[in-house]
């Protein structure tokens, strides 16, 4: 599956993804509304305005990108309607040609961690049949239980041609609390690091392997160590933009074929039409404006890179 | 939400839980054969199996045990009509006087953990409503991200009186491979540890916090210095039985009063039929052999604790 993925961030020339997490108070009124009006102030209501607006969103912009990153907790939290709209989200962006990573921070360990593979990479048996449950492309992962954890998911890769993207670094302030602390004059995240590699030789695409991993653009200089350490491993990359993670910190996630990271804006691009930039679009065209934040981020990692 | 399962415990006389991971293959055949004729081999015949089954379970034990630890991935692994019959056994459980803990081990950062907090222990809003998505009594939660992950699940805590199980050390062999890392000469779990206590001093119980913690039957030495180290955190205690855990090691998660941890099995309750010990039953008696097999483990835990 990284093959396909670094195809399509080739082809568009955009080595970005957008989250599609959405909050309710990003989702323009007049889509709440039609909503509300067809099955009330409810949880299908709710899923009903999510899906109409990331439905906008992705007509909008799939030919630019290649890949979406929807947050599942976003859907989560409005119960089973919620995880219908996730679910559709995902199997829609497919249906345009884009590769899904679902967002799930997921781990646990043996037969829990090859339920949740199963349930998001995989096939799970049913009687003499098999059926994919959310049938993502890629899933973020939680190494905190350690191999236990993580094998299952890259076993569930191998057999169907999936990935999974390690966190290693998060972009958030307090990250460090236990991901930076020294273990013999090292930072956690580098052993972590080291691991996502010995679970990554097991599952290798043609170039990079199907096990990627997660470092924040809010931490740049980590980000150009681990990208070292690393050297076949995409690095997801959150904390672009709205976080505070700006191109010219970029350039250090990206290995000299130019390929090597694919860098996430959530916010930034499905709530554009709510910032000063892109206010004159207005709410009845947020679509367009995530187009436009779209073009202006590639632009602005390109430009980064020199290319 | 501490109190209430406190007081569960003791008028019960039973610190432990009973964790409802079902495997298709826990499910005796005439369950399977009587959903599938329903809903043939689908998702859906498989969820419909998977919620008699566990309301078999809950039937036959909820008047001896104090709560039950229904595993999410478990159902997930079926997709929505997965989460669906997780989504009901919680509501039955609930219905019958059981404190429901949700193994769900999430954890993001910042509005993704609110999410998830709300999604699973509150409510949340549509327009001028607000509804919950799962509701369940206590979820576990993973901390790597660190406090800006786990923060967002203490505040709903706070709010809707639930509570929290934080990964500490967890029961699986490779748990050590980052959670046993030395930092300044101490395991990386004693400083989650730490953080755990400040985090549930936010949110007292009347004698325990709402914020717990995991700690896995099968390390008992680590288990007896994290019982010191946190002395108003319940113990939530995975790894007995089916993973090797006894209960002559489980003496030192407790406190002097009696109380301090609650010890789950899954495995070795709910397919207890399945083992040579509970074979006389027969797969029609699934159930009375779970009950068995719960009556045997409180004699077992409160005999190793002298009472």
Redesign the interface.
Known sequence: MINTLIKNIQEKNAPIVVGL?P??NYIPEYI?KEA?EEYG???K??AKAIWVYNKGIIDATYDLIPAVKP?I??Y?????E???AF?KTCAYAKEKGLVVIGDI?????????T??A???LGK??????A????DEDFVTV????????VKPFVDVCKEENKGIFV?VK??????????D????GRP?YE??AE?VVEWGNECMGDTYSNVGCVVGATYPEMGKVLRKLMPKTYILVPGYGAQGGKAADLVHYFNEDGLGAIVNSSRGIIAAYKQEKYASFGSKNYADASRQAVVDMIADINGALGR
Do not use: C, W
């Not at 059926?131 to 959310?134: I, K, L, Y």
């Not at 939680?142 to 954890?149: C, E, H, I």
């Not at 998060?170 to 991901?179: A, D, H, I, L």
């Open positions: 997490d909050m309710m709440q509300f102030e409810t949880l209501g709710a947050q907790a976003m989560e939290q409005f119960g089973i919620g995880l219908i679910h921070k997921r781990g646990d360990i043996g037969s829990t961690s339920a949740y199963v349930g998001h799970v048996k049913v009687g003499s049949k059926f994919s449950g959310f939680n190494p905190y239980l350690g191999t236990d954890g966190l998060t972009s958030n302030p307090s990250s460090g609390e236990f991901q602390k020294l273990v013999d956690l052993l972590v691991k």
